[in-house]
């Protein structure tokens, strides 16, 4: 038989039964006209995977990537397919608890302005607004590594880079690459 419990144990579930009790019978609808705001237009490609392998090809997954990144840099650009390769069928990314290998970007503010939070503390903001942008990045055909990749980026944000104006701005924009992890699980 099992212990009892004290009784302030019980006064406690039940003040907290009631106040959720009330909360739930008083809560306010939601603002009229109030939707979620979306990321905006995204388009269906397909990545190939650094990690995982199908015997000696690239395991292929299917995403999505936001159709405002696509035009700075384009799915060919970022080693994505547009279609399905032949005699693959890709598992979709979400789910598979694979982080796909991505670049990050945003554009720099000519001059950089200081901001005050609501704390009293203050940083510096170097970047202009909705310009934070990130891509699936791989190779969209043969046998590829993490060297190969860095050169692609290199291609694209390094000094003579061929989005690196349109992308970054005239100074103070960053570019980053992030490379895939998965779990063991995923890989066999």
Do not use: C
């Not at 302030?8 to 003040?15: D, H, P, V």
């Amino acid at each position: 038989m099992g212990r009892a419990r004290p009784a302030w144990y019980y006064e406690r579930q039940a003040r907290e039964a009631q106040a959720r009790q009330t909360f739930l019978a008083n809560r306010e609808p939601p603002a009229p006209g109030g939707t979620i705001e979306s990321r905006g237009a995204s388009t269906d490609v397909f990545y190939r995977s650094l990690l995982i392998r199908d015997g000696t090809e690239a395991r292929v997954f299917k995403t999505q990537a936001r159709a405002e990144a696509l035009t700075i840099v384009s799915a060919a650009q970022a080693g994505l397919l547009t279609a399905a390769p032949a005699n693959t069928t890709p598992q979709p990314i979400r789910g598979s608890g694979v982080k796909p290998t991505r670049i990050h970007w945003y554009r720099g503010a000519a001059t950089p302005t200081r901001e005050r939070s609501a704390w009293n503390t203050s940083w510096s903001k170097y970047y202009q607004e909705g310009t934070h942008a990130s891509l699936p990045f791989s190779r969209a055909t043969g046998v590829f590594h993490a060297a190969d990749l860095v050169d692609a980026f290199n291609g694209l944000f390094g000094a003579s880079g061929s989005v690196r104006a349109q992308a970054l701005g005239a100074q103070n924009g960053r570019a980053h690459i992030t490379f895939e992890r998965a779990p063991f699980s995923a890989q066999t």
